[in-house]
């Protein structure tokens, strides 16, 4: 969240998240990849993989190759 901090910021956050989604997506068919996109995961699980903090840098998306 220090990033954004008007208003705005959850939106600009899911836009951001959209962007990198789409990247991803083109990325995997330009290399022929399949590839899955989602939002059903486990929150603690993807964290303690990712060593991340679940409260200061939530997983919104994962996608797979």
């Given at each position: 969240m220090w990033r954004y901090r008007d208003s705005r910021s959850y939106r600009v956050i899911l836009i951001d998240v959209g962007h990198v989604l789409m990247n991803f997506r083109a990325c995997?068919?330009?290399?022929?990849?399949?590839?899955?996109?989602?939002?059903?995961?486990?929150?603690?699980?993807?964290?303690?993989l990712l060593d991340l903090d679940q409260e200061a840098e939530p997983a919104m998306m994962v996608g797979i190759i």
């Open positions: 995997c068919e330009a290399l022929g990849l399949a590839y899955f996109c989602g939002q059903g995961f486990s929150d603690s699980a993807l964290c303690s």
